[in-house]
């Protein structure tokens, strides 16, 4: 039994007690301190207005019945989305003008997970001083100020999806003349989530021939919900087996994109945004950004293109509070995260797609060609169970002493990050599991498995 609180939201197992789970208890005390901070910032406006929506997963429709009984006593008027996605929510909350939004979901978390995503009015998660506000305010006693006559109104509204895809059409850089040419054929792994919704629709809209499996949102997950390799064989199995161009794989919430090469291969959730910034900065110079723990290959690529690449801690928050920063034309999260400001600030991976898509229809080549440009780095991602006696603070200091003699550049706001000549290793607690995640990336396999094993021994 598990809650975690932070910047991507409040995140636990089902099943326990209200300190130690996502207990009802929970979920309507941290709903009614989310609406307290609402009716701070907008203390004018006498219903401010919500939007809520959920993921496919079992859970979600009793979490909703729980928060949107929570907001409505409050004096909130809600839109329900119902089945949507994370970056859909994102960009309906802007075009609707709402106060907020909340996304029922857990992202990649296994089946017994759920979580409360909380969105400011600009469709953005809450800034971390936000975040330990809604924290505070749920420590506290939150009383309910109003009488019948001053309850919010529920409204029934569409998923918004179709409109998100609308979006991502008219972006100048999304061709889709040039992708409907091409003719392209696609497997998709919806996971049996709202990317069963989403992904048909943008594949009809874009001309593309697709395969789904897992093809239906009601939350039964086919696989564990993580898109990592050894949660996608079925789908790596039927690339090869239909002769597609290449395969999609989303998480639930639909926020993370990962790429299957036409043999069936990964490409790798890490060059995802690595080739969406090649292909967007191969026609308009700029920026970008990514977290501490994404490939050093997006860099590699920012600077062939002429452009500057910086980073920050992990977490969608801080990725796109420095791309405002330095003005970033694209960032993301090696997580197969991309994030394009020219539609919203948050990671979608339905924009993700059609920028890959747009770019393989232009160049006229295959995904593994392009894959074999990108620059290529080894890299490796361990997770060490955390319990709640481990002492992090003395576990890094301890890491980094051990490397002293060979660092050339270190980040201690998020965990540690050592950076050496020509590898790095970055180790944090996970802001979405009750672990500690190691990752190191290097030139060679063999390095980078010998840092890992190296912090592992330390451990």
Same mark, same amino acid.
């Not at 330990?132 to 998923?159: D, H, M, R, V």
């Not at 009809?204 to 990592?228: K, R, S, T, Y």
């Not at 030139?443 to 451990?459: G, N, Q």
């Given at each position: 039994?598990?809650?975690?609180?932070?910047?991507?939201?409040?995140?636990?197992?089902?099943?326990?007690?209200?300190?130690?789970?996502?207990?009802?208890?929970?979920?309507?005390?941290?709903?009614?301190?989310?609406?307290?901070? %609402?009716?701070?910032?907008?203390?004018?406006?006498?219903?401010?207005? %919500?939007?809520?929506?959920?993921?496919?997963?079992?859970?979600?429709?009793?979490?909703?019945?729980?928060?949107?009984?929570?907001?409505?006593?409050?004096?909130?008027?809600?839109?329900?989305? /119902?089945?949507?996605?994370?970056?859909?929510?994102?960009?309906?909350?802007?075009?609707?003008?709402?106060?907020?939004?909340?996304?029922?979901?857990?992202?990649?978390?296994?089946?017994?997970?759920?979580?409360?995503?909380?969105?400011?009015?600009?469709?953005?998660?809450?800034?971390?001083?936000?975040?330990?506000?809604?924290?505070?305010?749920?420590?506290?006693?939150?009383?309910?100020?109003?009488?019948?006559?001053?309850?919010?109104?529920?409204?029934?509204?569409?998923?918004?999806?179709?409109?998100?895809?609308?979006?991502?059409?008219?972006?100048?850089?999304?061709?889709?003349?040039?992708?409907?040419?091409?003719?392209?054929?696609?497997?998709?792994?919806?996971?049996?989530?709202?990317?069963?919704?989403?992904?048909?629709?943008?594949?009809?809209?874009?001309?593309?021939?697709?395969?789904?499996?897992?093809?239906?949102?009601?939350?039964?997950?086919?696989?564990?919900?993580?898109?990592?390799?050894?949660?996608?064989?079925?789908?790596?199995?039927?690339?090869?087996?239909?002769?597609?161009?290449?395969?999609?794989?989303?998480?639930?919430?639909?926020?993370?994109?990962?790429? %299957?090469?036409?043999?069936?291969?990964?490409?790798?959730?890490?060059?995802?945004?690595?080739?969406?910034?090649?292909?967007?900065?191969?026609?308009?110079?700029?920026?970008?950004?990514?977290?501490?723990?994404?490939?050093?290959?997006?860099?590699?690529?920012?600077?062939?293109?002429?452009?500057?690449?910086?980073?920050?801690?992990?977490?969608?928050?801080?990725?796109?509070?420095?791309?405002?920063?330095?003005?970033?034309?694209?960032?993301?999260?090696?997580?197969?995260?991309?994030?394009?400001?020219?539609?919203? @600030?948050?990671?979608?991976?339905?924009?993700?797609?059609?920028?890959?898509?747009?770019?393989?229809?232009?160049?006229?080549?295959?995904?593994? /060609?392009?894959?074999?440009?990108?620059? @290529?780095?080894?890299?490796?991602?361990?997770?060490?169970?955390?319990?709640?006696?481990?002492?992090?603070?003395?576990?890094?200091?301890?890491?980094?002493?051990?490397?002293?003699?060979?660092?050339?550049?270190?980040?201690? /706001?998020?965990?540690?990050?050592?950076?050496?000549?020509?590898?790095?290793?970055?180790?944090?607690?996970?802001?979405?599991?009750?672990?500690?995640?190691?990752?190191?990336?290097?030139?060679?396999?063999?390095?980078?498995?010998?840092?890992?094993?190296?912090?592992?021994?330390?451990?």
């Amino acid at each position: 039994m598990s809650l975690i609180k932070s910047i991507s939201g409040i995140r636990g197992t089902l099943g326990g007690s209200p300190e130690n789970s996502m207990h009802p208890e929970t979920i309507v005390r941290f709903t009614l301190a989310y609406a307290k901070f %609402i009716r701070q910032q907008f203390p004018d406006i006498q219903h401010p207005h %919500i939007l809520i929506g959920r993921d496919g997963r079992i859970s979600g429709k009793f979490i909703q019945q729980l928060v949107e009984g929570a907001l409505l006593s409050y004096g909130m008027n809600i839109s329900e989305l /119902d089945y949507t996605t994370t970056p859909t929510m994102e960009v309906a909350i802007a075009s609707y003008r709402a106060q907020g939004g909340i996304m029922i979901t857990a992202s990649h978390n296994p089946p017994n997970w759920n979580a409360l995503k909380f969105f400011n009015h600009l469709g953005e998660f809450l800034a971390p001083s936000d975040v330990k506000q809604i924290i505070f305010l749920s420590e506290s006693t939150t009383e309910i100020p109003f009488q019948e006559n001053q309850l919010g109104q529920l409204n029934t509204a569409s998923s918004f999806i179709p409109e998100h895809i609308n979006k991502i059409l008219s972006l100048p850089f999304v061709d889709v003349e040039a992708i409907r040419k091409r003719r392209f054929k696609v497997v998709a792994d919806a996971i049996n989530s709202t990317g069963a919704i989403a992904l048909p629709l943008l594949f009809d809209a874009l001309g593309v021939e697709a395969v789904i499996i897992n093809d239906q949102p009601l939350g039964a997950f086919a696989h564990e919900p993580e898109p990592i390799p050894e949660n996608l064989l079925s789908l790596s199995q039927h690339v090869r087996d239909k002769g597609a161009d290449m395969g999609v794989a989303v998480d639930p919430d639909v926020d993370r994109l990962v790429l %299957i090469l036409p043999d069936g291969t990964p490409m790798g959730e890490e060059y995802t945004v690595v080739a969406a910034a090649d292909y967007v900065l191969s026609h308009k110079r700029g920026n970008t950004v990514s977290n501490y723990s994404t490939t050093k290959a997006l860099q590699d690529i920012t600077i062939k293109h002429g452009g500057k690449h910086f980073q920050s801690p992990v977490g969608e928050i801080h990725v796109v509070q420095k791309m405002k920063e330095v003005q970033a034309i694209i960032g993301g999260e090696g997580n197969g995260g991309v994030i394009f400001p020219e539609l919203h @600030y948050g990671r979608d991976a339905l924009v993700g797609i059609a920028l890959i898509l747009s770019s393989l229809a232009q160049r006229k080549i295959s995904l593994l /060609d392009w894959k074999n440009e990108l620059p @290529y780095y080894y890299m490796q991602k361990v997770k060490i169970p955390l319990s709640k006696s481990t002492e992090i603070k003395n576990l890094l200091i301890q890491i980094e002493n051990n490397f002293s003699h060979e660092i050339f550049e270190t980040f201690k /706001d998020d965990g540690l990050k050592l950076v050496f000549k020509d590898s790095w290793i970055h180790v944090r607690s996970s802001n979405t599991e009750p672990i500690l995640r190691i990752i190191a990336e290097s030139p060679s396999d063999e390095k980078t498995h010998e840092l890992i094993e190296k912090v592992k021994r330390m451990l």
